[in-house]
């Protein structure tokens, strides 16, 4: 049974990189129909997609977050990865990763459990 | 394409019946997903396609509409679907585009 679960730093500086990653249990990102993604929902506020990945690399960002935003596969093939440069305290949320199946419609089906991340001095 | 939802917050009874409006500033056809959110959990998918049922969703959650105009409706309400729900339009696959949310209290 496919599972995500999100990993890296819980507490970052403003001005600094944020680096997560993604890790798919139970299966891979080499996987013609799926699609991987990041959305975050900062505290008591809404639910912003962020980016997503395909399995060739390919990716695409949300064009509110211009040259902020980078999604990748890896660094494992079960793994894919988001960095968000450069950070400011409207960066805190929690960031989740997520699967969408194309085999029927793209929706996220699949998410991970969250990771809070605070920006702050 | 820019989702907006009403109203932010509805009061219901449990076992009444919850009518949630989610409209898109321009027609997204059926590519409509209503989810359910909850507090310290991720998002759980309950309808794609404006009105198909994801896999082992009740059918007390239906969902209508096409173009820009959708609603969620909830039957029966149980405690267990209190929380706030979010409409995602997908016609701009794969970029996607996230509702407020509007949220559901006892």
């Known amino acids: 049974q496919l599972q995500l679960q999100e990993s890296g730093p819980r507490l970052v500086t403003p001005s600094e990189t944020l680096s997560l990653t993604c890790t798919v249990s139970?299966?891979?990102?080499?996987?013609?129909?799926?699609?991987w993604g990041w959305i975050r929902q900062p505290p008591g506020k809404e639910m912003e997609w962020l980016g997503t990945v395909y399995y060739t690399g390919t990716s695409y960002i949300n064009p509110s977050l211009p040259n902020r935003v980078t999604v990748s596969v890896g660094p494992a093939t079960n793994q894919f990865s988001l960095t968000l440069s450069p950070l400011t305290g409207a960066d805190t949320a929690t960031y989740y990763c997520?699967?969408?199946?194309?085999?029927?419609?793209?929706?996220?089906?699949?998410w991970g459990p969250g990771i809070l991340v605070t920006v702050s001095s | 394409t820019v989702m907006t939802q009403s109203p932010d917050t509805l009061s219901v009874s449990p076992g009444g019946r919850a009518t949630l409006s989610c409209r898109a500033s321009r027609s997204v056809r059926t590519n409509l997903a209503w989810y359910q959110g909850k507090p310290g959990q991720p998002p759980t998918l309950l309808i794609y396609d404006s009105s198909a049922r994801a896999t082992g969703v009740s059918d007390r959650f239906s969902g209508t509409g096409s173009d820009t105009d959708f609603t969620l409706s909830i039957s029966n309400l149980q405690s267990a679907d209190f929380g706030i729900y979010y409409c995602q339009q997908y016609n701009d696959w794969p970029f996607i585009s996230f509702g407020p949310g509007t949220r559901v209290d006892v």
């Open positions: 997520a699967r969408a199946d194309t085999e029927s419609d793209p929706v996220f089906d699949l």
């Open positions: 139970g299966g891979s990102v080499n996987s013609e129909v799926d699609y």
